[in-house]
């Protein structure tokens, strides 16, 4: 009997694992040059953790199981939470500012696609103790050195949910229907959006918004 490998993950030989190690390498030692340190934290949270930040949308997106204990847990979706809850529980008390970066498997449960799986890996940066236009520009100065490095050939485009969250606060759109619009736009799901919003505010939105 054979016996697939899950919908939406993928297998990687020792081939592949030797180019995804490299990369991963490479962009650690551009990180690390910038003064970031790395963390890890578990692959699997409190499923409240991330309902909390992203809304009650999220929760046919995740993974989720309730363990031995009755306890609702979920395999985490992204690591921007988790490391908030880090930073609350253990780092608070370091000083400021910090450079954190990660590397690892998030899990979201969406229909595969062309660049969309199921388990997909992800390198992010926080800056945690500080705020302004330089945290933001050492982001986006730290990921284009980590491309360069690479010797990929790359388009820089900026955006921010902040605006888009602002535009839909000026609109006088409710905030959990915010949180299920910026997902249907982070999937390129126009339609759904415009189900949603009517003519003049979804042109304004789709426009501010890059799509």
Not at 116 to 145: K, N, P, T
């Amino acid at each position: 009997m054979k016996i697939e490998n899950p919908k939406g993950t993928r297998d990687f030989t020792p081939t592949v694992m030797r180019d995804r190690e490299y990369v991963e390498k490479t962009m650690s030692n551009v990180l690390e040059g910038f003064n970031f340190e790395k963390i890890s934290t578990p692959i699997f949270e409190y499923s409240e953790l991330f309902e909390l930040k992203s809304g009650e949308d999220i929760k046919n997106r995740m993974y989720t199981f309730d363990d031995k204990g009755g306890r609702k847990l979920c395999l985490r979706p992204e690591l921007t939470a988790s490391v908030a809850r880090m930073f609350s529980n253990e780092l608070r008390n370091l000083p400021k500012p910090l450079r954190l970066f990660y590397f690892g498997p998030m899990f979201r449960y969406e229909e595969p696609q062309k660049g969309r799986y199921r388990e997909f890996y992800q390198l992010g940066v926080e800056l945690l103790g500080v705020s302004g236009v330089f945290s933001d520009a050492l982001a986006i100065y730290a990921a284009c050195e980590c491309l360069k490095r690479l010797g990929l050939d790359f388009e820089l485009q900026i955006n921010s949910l902040g605006v888009v969250r602002g535009l839909l606060e000026e609109l006088g759109v409710d905030d959990k229907v915010s949180g299920k619009l910026i997902t249907l736009l982070d999937e390129g799901k126009r339609d759904g959006v415009k189900e949603v919003l009517d003519d003049e505010i979804f042109g304004r939105l789709i426009k501010i918004s890059g799509g």
